[in-house]
């Protein structure tokens, strides 16, 4: 039998076989008891419908026994000899509907933890399905964020493109050999090139991006800015404080705060370098 | 003039029978392609007596063309240059003892102190009533400089083709030059009187292309365009009295940036540096305020300037309103270790100002006051700046240096123009042993141009430490006070004139000063003087002491045994002795008297000390500590003379426990230096114990920190077989830096804190010295080196990790051992068969050296250990031990510090496996490198690592390389000094003062004549003049490139093709394809004609046209006769040669070598054969080319002609040659 068969023409198959050994028969053909299942799976299926509707027609939503039996009535069935099988009759007790044995979902395609069957629903119905297929899906592994790996990854893909930027720049420029043997040179030295003017590189140096303010940071400064505001703080303070006594002494604070930006503001800077040069006299004659 | 009087003592501002009030110097035609200076001084001179009649100034390298006396009266002059062959009456002893006495000779022969100098004036007859006592005379001088070979740089880059005469727009970019010289060498390009006594007042003027900047000293009056508005002219005007030496010039195409505080002061760098500029000079000011402020004077000029340049010949020179600095000073805000560097040399060159430039001395031998005073002045800046501790530790360091200088090659005197007084008893003894100190030199400290230049940093050294001394003797303030004075004469007599007689306030003296201290404080300080400045050398003590338990007292013995030693004296005064006692520090005042001196000491503590009590410290902390490792003495440890008040060296023994509470309590840094230093010898674990406390205590100085890094190296080292745990530091280290996560991954970069980041810089560097017990480093430091390359991250820093990676490469370098080697020797070494360390250790350097290529790192320092890395791996033979790596990177072109880097790989190479063109690869660059700081830094890398030891066998050993650089101390180096000297140095080193070994003996020398007859055809030459007499040839032009071409057959018949030109219309074929006949040739001379001929007497002396003077014009008195004996006598000895010994021939040959003398630095080998082809004129065939040329400016039309040099008959009397005229 195939297993994916429904339970139900399962049960309806173990009882015509069932029926088939009270009559007698020890083995059947399988196509026959495929037949005979077909129909007794369409009979029944008949007479439920036919049951149904006489009892909606009769405004019920449950069949009674009448309602069948006016459905065998419809199909033109004898039923009178079946009350005698069912009571006098041998029968043998099919066993219950065995709670579903639960096909295994191919691992392959499961996406997160199942969920379990809430209490109200009979535990053979199927299991829910995998949450993506009705949650939500999950695109990316969510990413490792432990310092360990991170610099660990960091580092390596740093070197990798070291590593990839010399060899290119090795494989493209002339390069010396730190050993005799040509082949295998593993470790290839560019060739030094002077470059001119020598100092300029070696000053400005390329190896790493500063930001613009580091580059221009001034340690120093900001310390006496700090200082002098909190300076200026205090003396503000001060101020309400000893508004009438200090009268003189805030005076003096003031006056050389004043002067320092005093010279840091002078737009206008008398430095002989900075005036322009001259046109020749008419009259001068240059010295040789 | 009263001082004078008092020392009756003729010093260098009284010498001379003149007094120079004024002088002009005006430099008109410079040009770069040419590198050529057309120039006029004028010198206004008053002279002291009537009867003066000849004016001796300085001039060196000038070609002089016309001298004249108040604009109308020419004078004759003479220009000679004993420099040009040092030991001329003396060709082949080749014993540095002789040549000192002839390079002190030479120097005195034209010591501008020494009332001598190079171009001597003689004032003409018809001119005489011009000379009047106190009467101005004004000397106009008219001289060019062609190709100059020293005190003036020009930077240019080097071309490919000869032939392009004119520079791109982005060469001018980047050309520049600026003025250098060793001391007082102004003379090398304007005469003058070079003399640091002689001052006055200046007037400069400077003509340039339009684009450039000439910086000078003085006032810039004005900038005014040539006529033809493609030049300017700066004038400057310079009104405080100056000396010659302190007048420099630098003209560049500068970026130019007024100093935001100091409006004053101006800093110019070359083009695309500006932002450095502006970084670097950024606290300048302060030092202005601090010198001001502490010496209560004003800053005597009324401007500064500060200019970058490249190639310089120092980090740093100070000149009268200027300095000019290395651009390899400049740094951005990122750069920690630098900046430190820069401003000290700053602050130094701003020092000297004061000191140096605005107060010059009397003699050359008072420059320890300017040197100490100015060193002492940026020392108290540096205090304040970067701390105590950093002060204490460069004093500290100063002291040992100059103990070791002193100790290898003798004691330093400061001032060496006066003898110590003699003590009262026993004067015949210390007048001998002062004798004795000054013999030991193998050069002679008679004269600026003759000392070591080891000798003179070293004696710089000193001069700051005795000023420091001074300090103690009488108190900082009143010091200052003493400087106070001399500033405030000097600035009152310079607003004087001339006329005032108080310039002489403006120089300082040994005995000035002396005087001056007295005045202000009372105290004389004669002996002082006499004890340290007037006499060499430094104490060394040695304490021993034992406690007496019955009598609490500690017997303390003070011994000086070595003071016949080189460089040690005995000293006798008082000494301080610091016991460090459980009840506090106690100073004991010694009397020292004798070579021994025992003294007890009684304790002041009972010693108890159970008590649980804390002990005070000298600082008056009180201190806990842990006293179980103490015996029953309560002395915790003893320090000698804590404040370096002496110049001593000190050996203390005391017990290791005594040191170890010595590094961990005692709070001043020189002595946990001083603990560390003594620990090294006791490898127990309460050392370890003690240098991991110091190294983890963050209240100490980092130096002591990073020092008891590589102690506790050694310590661990000697320990190997107890030593427990990880490899040494390495917890210390991931405790600091290892990160929180992850101990073993270091933390990003943050150098934010000082200490931090030099810690760990060194800790690694300290930890690739540990070795296990088969004497190589442990895997575990490989891999934790390795490690901190791979996870370096400076992304989130905001300072450069340069110095940091740098000194990782250095730490992997330093793990290198010699390798043991299973495979045979002689095989060769692949990359295959590298172990697996070696190529890890391999691939990181190549790896960090070919991204150096791409993303260059500040100043390249990842390079330059690279290099370093790359050698040591090639001497333990990991890798095979070749040049070629080296020779490419120490190639003109690359950066200073890689070039240097290379050449130190490249002579320790040399030292190894060298061959013979290997070393002369070095002495090529050391004497033809167009960067003069280069070849003085690569001749103290030599010296310091020298080819082989002296008196040991060796494959380089050859006379060759004797000949080459005596040739080169003899004469080729006449133009540089410093360099001289250093070559001197090295001679000394490889040969000793004798006579060097592998040169055959004197006697045998005769023989050698016949095989290599060149060697003794060097004469000395004669003075003669070449004599001008057509109105036409205005002077006899310099002549850059003379080619001489002879080819010698076996019958001596010699063919001189003697080629002059000039670059300017230079047939270029021509010359080309006679250099390349020429070189072969000469290149296989000189293996065995390695000296190349040097004259006395220069070209230069060129007399006027028109004056129609015969006969030879003013010899140096007695200089003649002498050299005529010389020669005859030389001439006479080698039979062979030199048949025609009459002077007729040797005029001759003058007029000829005369001509050459100039390029010979060029072409050194060109002048071999002078005496050979005069020997028989018929079978000389010369050919003569002379081109007419004209100089850019086209002032002048200058006839060239080389008739003067042609033997013809009728130069053999003397001066009266007549040179055909070539229009």
Redesign the interface.
């Known amino acids: 039998m195939d297993s994916q068969t429904s339970p139900y023409r399962k049960m309806v198959a173990m009882s015509v076989s069932s029926v088939l050994k009270e009559v007698g028969f020890d083995s059947s053909e399988r196509e026959a008891l495929g037949t005979l299942t077909e129909m007794m799976q369409a009979f029944l299926c008949e007479i439920g419908l036919l049951s149904k509707n006489y009892c909606e027609l009769s405004g019920r939503s449950d069949p009674l026994i009448a309602d069948v039996i006016l459905g065998f009535v419809e199909m033109g069935f004898d039923f009178s000899s079946l009350e005698g099988y069912a009571k006098f009759g041998k029968h043998m007790v099919l066993p219950p509907l065995q709670s579903q044995q639960s096909q295994k979902q191919l691992s392959m395609l499961s996406a997160g933890a199942k969920q379990a069957l809430p209490s109200y629903v009979p535990q053979h119905f199927p299991q829910f399905p995998d949450p993506h297929a009705y949650v939500r899906t999950p695109t990316h592994k969510q990413p490792i964020i432990d310092y360990e790996s991170v610099r660990e990854k960091a580092a390596v893909q740093k070197k990798d493109i070291e590593k990839a930027l010399t060899k290119f720049l090795a494989k493209t420029s002339s390069t010396h050999n730190l050993f005799d043997t040509e082949e295998g040179n593993i470790f290839p030295l560019i060739a030094a090139k002077p470059s001119y003017p020598p100092y300029l590189s070696a000053l400005l140096p390329q190896d790493q991006i500063f930001d613009p303010e580091d580059l221009d940071s001034d340690p120093k400064s900001l310390i006496i800015q700090q200082q002098k505001e909190h300076k200026e703080a205090q003396n503000a303070k001060e101020e309400q404080q000893q508004e009438e006594a200090m009268e003189e002494g805030e005076q003096n604070l003031n006056d050389s705060v004043k002067t320092d930006d005093s010279t840091q503001n002078n737009g206008f800077i008398d430095n002989p370098y900075l005036a322009a040069t001259k046109m020749p006299a008419k009259d001068h004659i240059d010295v040789c | 003039m009263d001082r004078e009087a008092a020392t009756e003592q003729k010093t260098g501002d009284t010498i001379r029978p003149f007094k120079l009030a004024h002088q002009i110097l005006?430099l008109?035609g410079i040009s770069f392609e040419r590198k050529s200076i057309?120039g006029?001084v004028e010198l206004t001179v008053v002279p002291l007596k009537d009867s003066l009649r000849v004016l001796k100034l300085n001039a060196k390298q000038c070609r002089i063309y016309k001298v004249f006396l108040n604009d109308h009266y020419e004078a004759h002059f003479q220009y000679f240059d004993p420099f040009l062959d040092v030991c001329q009456f003396d060709n082949d002893t080749r014993n540095l003892g002789v040549y000192t006495f002839q390079h002190l000779f030479a120097a005195l022969k034209t010591d501008p102190d020494n009332s001598a100098g190079e171009l001597v004036v003689t004032i003409p007859h018809e001119a005489s009533h011009l000379v009047a006592e106190g009467t101005a005379l004004r000397v106009g001088i008219e001289f060019s400089l062609e190709q100059p070979q020293g005190g003036i740089h020009f930077v240019v880059?080097q071309r490919e083709q000869k032939d392009q005469k004119e520079l791109t727009p982005a060469e001018k970019e980047?050309v520049h030059l600026f003025t250098y010289g060793h001391q007082n060498s102004s003379r090398l390009w304007f005469p003058c009187v070079d003399s640091f006594a002689e001052t006055c007042t200046w007037k400069l003027?400077f003509?340039v292309d339009e684009e450039m900047?000439a910086v000078s000293n003085g006032?810039?009056?004005?900038?005014?365009?040539?006529?033809d508005?493609r030049r300017?002219?700066y004038h400057y005007t310079l009104n405080v009295p100056t000396c010659a030496p302190n007048i420099s010039l630098a003209v560049g195409p500068f970026e130019?940036y007024?100093d935001?505080?100091m409006?004053?002061v101006?800093h110019f760098c070359?083009p695309?540096?500006l932002?450095?500029l502006k970084?670097t000079t950024?606290?300048m000011h302060e030092a202005f305020e601090f010198y001001e402020e502490t010496l209560s004077n004003r800053y005597p000029y009324s401007?500064y300037k500060q200019v970058f340049v490249?190639e310089s010949y120092e980090d740093f020179h100070s000149y009268a309103t200027m300095s000019i600095l290395s651009?390899?000073l400049?740094?951005?805000?990122?750069i920690i270790d630098q900046v430190y560097i820069t401003r000290k040399s700053m602050a130094q060159a701003i020092a000297e100002q004061f000191f140096g430039c605005f107060i010059s001395m009397q003699n050359w031998s008072d420059m320890w006051l300017n040197k100490g005073i100015s060193q002492y002045l940026c020392g108290l800046y540096c205090k304040k700046s970067f701390g105590n501790n950093e002060y204490r530790e460069m004093i500290h360091s100063m002291l040992q240096d100059v103990v070791k200088y002193e100790e290898e090659y003798g004691g330093i005197i400061l001032d060496p123009s006066q003898p110590p007084t003699p003590p009262p008893e026993g004067s015949n003894m210390a007048q001998s042993s002062q004798n004795k100190h000054e013999e030991k030199f193998y050069f002679s400290i008679r004269n600026l141009h003759t000392m070591s230049p080891m000798y003179i940093e070293a004696s710089y050294k000193k001069a700051m430490l005795v000023m420091r001394m001074l300090e103690h003797r009488i108190g900082q303030e009143l010091l200052l006070q003493v400087f106070n004075k001399q500033l405030s004469l000097a600035t009152n007599a310079a607003s004087n004139k001339i006329g005032s007689g108080l310039w002489g306030h403006m120089l300082i003296s040994t005995n000035v000063f002396t005087k001056a201290i007295f005045t202000v404080t009372g105290k004389d300080m004669a002996v002082f003087i006499d004890q340290w400045v007037r006499t060499g050398g430094h104490a060394k003590f040695h304490l021993t002491s034992v406690f007496n338990r019955k009598r609490n007292t500690i017997e303390v013995e003070i011994r000086q045994d070595a003071t016949s030693q080189t460089g040690i004296r005995k000293y006798v005064g008082p000494l301080l002795v610091t016991l460090q006692e459980l009840d506090g520090t106690f100073k004991h005042n010694l009397q020292i008297e004798n070579t021994v001196v025992k003294s007890d000491i009684t304790c002041h503590s009972k010693s108890r000390r159970n008590k649980k009590k804390k002990i005070p410290l000298c600082t008056g902390e009180e201190v806990d500590m842990d006293l179980s490792a103490m015996d029953d003495s309560p002395v915790l440890w003893i320090r000698l003379d804590p404040e370096m008040t002496l110049l001593r060296s000190v050996v203390i023994e005391q017990p290791d426990y005594q040191w170890q509470y010595q590094l961990r309590h005692e709070r001043d840094v020189t002595a946990q230096i001083e603990a560390i230093t003594a620990l090294e010898r006791y490898p127990t674990p309460p050392t370890r114990a003690a240098l991991t406390h110091t190294i983890e205590n963050e209240q100490c100085y980092y130096k002591v920190r990073c020092r008891a890094a590589h102690c506790l190296t050694k310590v661990a080292n000697a320990m190997v077989a107890s030593w427990a745990g990880p490899p040494a530091m390495l917890a210390i280290f991931r405790k600091f830096f290892g990160?929180?996560?992850?101990p073993h991954?270091i933390k990003q970069n943050n150098f934010q804190n000082f200490q931090h980041y030099h810690l760990q810089k060194t800790i690694p560097l300290a930890m690739a010295g540990v070795r296990n017990s088969h004497g190589i480093c442990p895997p575990d430091v490989i891999r934790f080196l390795l490690d901190l390359f791979?996870?370096n991250?400076?992304g989130k820093n905001?300072?450069?990790?340069?110095y940091y990676r740098a000194a990782l490469v250095e730490a992997l370098g330093n793990t290198v051992t010699p390798v043991v080697s299973v495979v045979t020797q002689g095989t060769?070494?692949?990359?295959?068969n590298l172990s697996t360390e070696t190529k890890l250790i391999?691939?990181e350097i190549?790896?960090l050296?070919?991204?150096?290529?791409?993303?260059?790192?500040?100043?390249?320092t990842l390079s330059v250990e690279c290099l370093k890395a790359?050698r040591k791996l090639q001497k333990f033979g990991h890798?095979?031990s070749?040049p070629?790596?080296f020779k490419?990177?120490s190639?003109?072109?690359?950066?200073?510090?890689?070039r240097l880097a290379a050449l130190e790989c490249l002579v320790d190479f040399v030292k190894a496996d060298g061959k013979s063109e290997d070393l002369s690869y070095v002495l090529d660059l050391l004497e033809n490198d167009p960067d003069p700081g280069l070849r003085h830094k690569l001749c103290q890398i030599i010296v310091k690592n020298p080819p082989f030891k002296r008196g040991f066998k060796s494959r380089l050993d050859n006379p060759a390389l004797v000949e080459r650089i005596w040739a080169n101390i003899n004469g080729g180096l006449s133009h540089d000094t410093r360099l001289r000297c250093d070559l001197v140095d090295l001679y000394y080193t490889l040969y000793g003062t004798k006579r060097p070994l592998c040169l055959p003996l004197t006697e045998l020398a005769g023989l050698m004549n016949l095989t290599k007859p060149d060697i003794k055809k060097i004469k000395t030459a004669i003075p003669k003049l070449a004599h001008a007499d057509n109105p036409n040839i205005k002077k006899e032009t310099c002549i850059p490139k003379i080619k001489t071409e002879i080819k010698e057959s076996t019958s001596s018949n010699v063919i001189i093709d003697n080629n002059m030109d000039v670059p300017m219309n230079v047939d270029v074929p021509v010359v080309t394809d006679q250099k390349l006949k020429e070189e072969p040739i000469l290149d296989a001379q000189m293996s065995d004609i390695p000296v190349p001929k040097q004259e006395y007497y220069s070209d230069n002396s060129v007399s006027l046209p028109g004056m129609g003077q015969s006969g030879p014009i003013g010899f140096e008195p007695g200089m003649f006769q002498k050299e005529t004996d010389a020669t005859s006598t030389s001439s006479g000895k080698h039979k062979d040669k030199d048949k025609t010994d009459s002077s007729g021939v040797k005029m001759k040959k003058k007029k000829k070598d005369k001509k050459k003398h100039k390029h010979k630095h060029k072409h050194k080998h060109e002048h071999k054969h002078k005496e050979k082809k005069e020997k028989d004129p018929n079978k000389v065939k010369i050919k003569e080319e002379s081109l007419l040329t004209s100089t850019i400016?086209s002032?002048k039309e200058e006839t060239l002609s080389s008739g003067s040099s042609t033997p013809s008959p009728n130069t053999a009397s003397m001066g009266s040659g007549d040179i055909p005229m070539y229009p």
């Not at chain 2, 006032?219 to 006529?227: A, C, K, N, S």
């Not at chain 2, 990160?739 to 992850?742: E, I, M, T």
């Not at chain 2, 905001?798 to 340069?802: E, I, L, V, W």
Request: with cysteine; hydrophobic share 40%; proline share 7%.
């Open positions: 005006s008109t057309i006029f880059p980047r003027e003509t900047t006032d810039l009056i004005e900038v005014v365009y040539t006529p508005m300017k002219t130019i007024v935001p505080y409006h004053e101006t070359l695309g540096l932002p450095l970084v950024r606290y401007c490249d651009v390899n400049l740094h951005s805000a990122v990160s929180f996560a992850a991954i791979k996870y991250d400076n905001r300072f450069s990790d340069n060769p070494i692949t990359a295959e391999l691939e190549t790896r050296l070919n991204l150096e290529k791409a993303l260059p790192c500040y100043k390249y790359i890798l095979p070749r070629l790596l490419s990177y190639q003109y072109g690359h950066f200073i510090d890689v400016a002032i």
